[in-house]
């Protein structure tokens, strides 16, 4: 129902506040597409540099996964209290600051650990992420969540190329990741 008091939006407001929204869940897309390929391309310089058997790094890849996983009911409830908006920024911030972590750990267990904290990040950011492109989709009027998705993939990309420029370049990956997520963080704060 419309009201009569209220002006009318115009038209053109309300398709700028609609693109700026669509891309800036865009970007949330990219930024976690872009963090998990950057930690991802680095696995072989954590395993030489610690040694790991086979058997350790699976441990390490499960934790993560078991954070992924045990994040998704909790990022649920989290969307419907704080919002989908805010639970994607925290979710992003919280991942960017932790994704470093895993090379400054020296003993398998404390790096099980801080995986597992990884994963319940990078989760939860996806669930706030998928609320938003939904949020995104109903308000327009043609497919979008492929783009979104897209804009995942295209992180991945970016992620996964500088990780590997930057280890043929021999850049230490403690540095590498540290850049990379001062650098996502730039993105997310726009």
């Given amino acids: 129902m419309v009201d009569p008091v209220a002006p009318p939006v115009p038209l053109s407001v309300a398709a700028s506040a609609l693109l700026r929204a669509r891309w800036g ?44 996983l045990l994040s998704f009911p909790l990022a649920g409830k989290g969307a419907q209290l704080v919002g989908a908006r805010q639970l994607a920024l925290l979710a992003g911030g919280v991942l960017l600051l932790m994704l470093p972590m895993p090379f ?31 949020d995104v989709q109903a308000r327009v009027p043609r497919p979008v969540m492929s783009s979104l998705h897209g804009a995942w993939s295209a992180g991945g990309l970016a992620g996964a190329g500088a990780g590997s420029l930057a280890a043929h370049a021999g850049v230490a990956p403690l540095a590498h990741l540290v850049g990379v997520a001062l650098a996502l963080a730039a993105v997310l704060a726009a």
């Fill in 25 to 68: 869940v865009g970007l949330v897309f990219f930024v976690n597409g872009a963090a998990f390929a950057s930690w991802v391309s680095r696995i072989p310089a954590l395993r030489a540099g610690l040694a790991l058997s086979d058997g350790a790094l699976g441990s390490v890849l499960f934790a993560m996964s078991c954070g992924v």
């Fill in 104 to 134: 400054m750990i020296g003993i398998v267990p404390s790096l099980v650990l801080v995986m597992l904290e990884v994963g319940a990040a990078l989760g939860t950011m996806q669930v706030a992420m998928n609320v938003l492109a939904v």
